[in-house]
């Protein structure tokens, strides 16, 4: 019944600029009840968590490979989160999944099937 739904991925140059957006619907409580993250597995190596936000929006962290290029944010109202990447690189290449934690009980931990990130000339 839990779903999140990852879309915007894509084939894009270096440099490039996409949008992944993260659609949750099913929640037995409301979405500001989640802290929210993206994380992704690039071909041959382990998942990564690239970005966090907690449930009110309040505070957001980055991986450092990200930081200062990706920006997460949600809209709690919408039942949804984004993570918008710019000036985006080759190893920025990989399958991104949106998480969701809840705060509070019944407590849960669910993912998205993912997105695929395509970042070349």
């Known amino acids: 019944q839990v779903q999140l739904v990852e879309s915007g991925g894509g084939l894009v140059q270096p440099g490039g600029s996409l949008r992944l957006s993260c659609a949750a619907s099913?929640?037995?409580?409301?979405?500001?009840?989640?802290?929210m993250s993206w994380y992704r597995q690039a071909p041959k190596k382990e998942r990564e968590r690239v970005a966090d936000i907690s449930s009110a929006g309040t505070y957001t962290n980055y991986a450092d490979s990200v930081k200062g290029r990706f920006t997460i944010s949600r809209d709690n109202a919408k039942n949804s989160v984004y993570l918008q990447m710019n000036n985006l690189k080759p190893e920025d290449t990989a399958v991104y999944y949106c998480n969701a934690r809840s705060s509070a009980p019944p407590w849960g931990n669910y993912w998205g099937q993912g997105t695929q990130v395509t970042v070349s000339s």
């Open positions: 099913g929640f037995t409580l409301s979405l500001n009840n989640y802290a």
